[in-house]
């Protein structure tokens, strides 16, 4: 019950109650007053009757019955009895006195109706309100055994409404939070497992390396030997940093420091991070972009991602990769385009999965470059996307990144 349904009730009560005052002012005056009357008429017909009788006694009679004293009303009990009349037997056939009666009556009934009313509606709100905290309880308890599929949901405005739609919305936030919470432990454990199976290969490989390396071996055996193990320990090593790095970034407790960064300066530095391996694979990298292009961006963190694309790009057999830069009033996207193998249209939709590995993936690839990429660019309020063409000639990979200037973005 709102404040507005509270004060109405109390309205209503008010009014009753001084309903039921005023008519018993009324009804105590009213029979007071026809009381009287009717007194006064009958008293006059007595004395009109004594006074035709003896008219020299007019005055004495007034006196007596007005001035009613004490030994004038034992004169008058001594008279009365003497006839067989008393206070009880009596009867006045009188028409005020009857109206006055049924009167009393009437009163009388509505009274007790009316207070019984009042206690019967009283009684129905309160009966309604500890019902009402009888379901809340029940639903509480049903939360709390984990059931969420009772709809408590209400559309009045009513106090108690209010409460319960308020129960009703932590429900559903609960509900939402521990699914979620399950998720993320699902998710947590598919990590540990995917973890696990990307640390096995470079172990049992070190393993067996470490064996080998025990038996008598020509030097340059050995040297080809160590440095197998140190590919694989540096891959374990780029894991381990890689996954780390993730999950600082999903806590928030890795906070990157956006500025505003020359956009020409950066993917310049992107491409002379690749000058040895793209002469190795004679592979080139050409930059578009009229030098004055800005964006907001963490610098260190923004190339790193760039990094894994491009390095991704030369990898599957680009010979031209074009980074270019457009700039305008909401965001700078930089476009990353190679000539490469491409990606198959099934695996374009898990590209930036977690430790997912397309069909063309490289047998060293560990799957978990591009959702490090994804991970940097969105906790930068940016977005990234892929598009691919597989052909046997011309196929082609772009991967699109925005980086809103604006604080928040809306998707």
């Known amino acids: 019950m709102n404040t507005k349904q509270k004060r109405n009730l109390y309205i209503y009560i008010t009014m009753l109650l001084v309903a039921i005052i005023l008519l018993t002012i009324f009804t105590i005056y009213y029979i007071q007053k026809n009381y009287k009357e009717s007194l006064y008429d009958y008293t006059n017909q007595v004395i009109a009757k004594i006074v035709e009788e003896y008219p020299e006694q007019e005055e004495k009679i007034i006196q007596d019955i007005f001035l009613n004293s004490q030994e004038s009303h034992e004169k008058v009990e001594d008279i009365l009895s003497?006839?067989?009349?008393?206070?009880?037997?009596?009867?006045?056939?009188?028409?005020?006195?009857?109206?006055?009666?049924?009167?009393?009556?009437?009163?009388?009934?509505?009274?007790?109706?009316?207070?019984?009313?009042?206690?019967?509606?009283?009684?129905?709100?309160?009966?309604?309100?500890?019902?009402?905290?009888?379901?809340?309880?029940?639903?509480?308890?049903?939360?709390?055994?984990?059931?969420?599929?009772?709809?408590?949901?209400?559309?009045?405005?009513?106090?108690?409404?209010?409460?319960?739609?308020?129960?009703?919305?932590?429900?559903?936030?609960?509900?939402?939070?521990?699914?979620?919470l399950e998720k993320n432990n699902k998710d947590i454990e598919k990590l540990i497992a995917d973890i696990s199976h990307q640390l096995k290969t470079p172990l049992t490989s070190l393993n067996l390396i470490n064996d080998i390396l025990y038996t008598d071996l020509p030097e340059e055996k050995k040297k080809e030997f160590l440095d197998s193990s140190q590919k694989e320990l540096e891959k374990i090593n780029w894991l381990i940093k890689t996954v780390l790095n993730i999950a600082k970034l999903d806590s928030k407790t890795l906070i990157l420091d956006k500025k505003n960064e020359n956009a020409y300066h950066l993917c310049l530095e992107v491409k002379n991070n690749f000058k040895a391996m793209c002469e190795i694979n004679d592979a080139d990298i050409e930059i578009v972009s009229n030098k004055e292009e800005t964006i907001n961006c963490d610098k260190k963190w923004t190339i790193e991602a760039m990094n894994n694309i491009v390095k991704n790009a030369i990898e599957h057999g680009a010979k031209t990769i074009t980074i270019k830069i457009e700039e305008n009033t909401m965001y700078t996207k930089i476009s990353i385009k190679d000539d490469g193998e491409g990606i198959d249209k099934e695996d374009l939709g898990h590209i930036f999965d977690r430790f997912y590995k397309a069909k063309n993936s490289k047998e060293s690839s560990l799957g978990i470059g591009l959702a490090f990429c994804k991970s940097i660019i969105r906790n930068q309020d940016g977005d990234i996307r892929v598009k691919s063409s597989k052909k046997e000639k011309d196929s082609w990979t772009e991967f699109v990144i925005k980086l809103y200037k604006l604080q928040e973005r809306h998707e």
Do not use: H, P
Request: proline share 0%; charged share 30%.
């Open 82 to 180: 003497k006839y067989g009349f008393n206070a009880e037997n009596i009867d006045i056939e009188n028409t005020q006195f009857e109206i006055i009666y049924k009167l009393i009556i009437l009163f009388s009934i509505f009274f007790i109706l009316a207070t019984l009313g009042v206690i019967c509606i009283y009684t129905i709100y309160i009966r309604k309100q500890n019902q009402k905290l009888k379901d809340l309880d029940a639903y509480c308890k049903e939360i709390l055994k984990g059931n969420y599929i009772i709809d408590l949901k209400e559309q009045d405005e009513s106090d108690f409404s209010k409460l319960k739609n308020d129960i009703y919305d932590m429900t559903i936030m609960l509900k939402e939070k521990n699914s979620l």
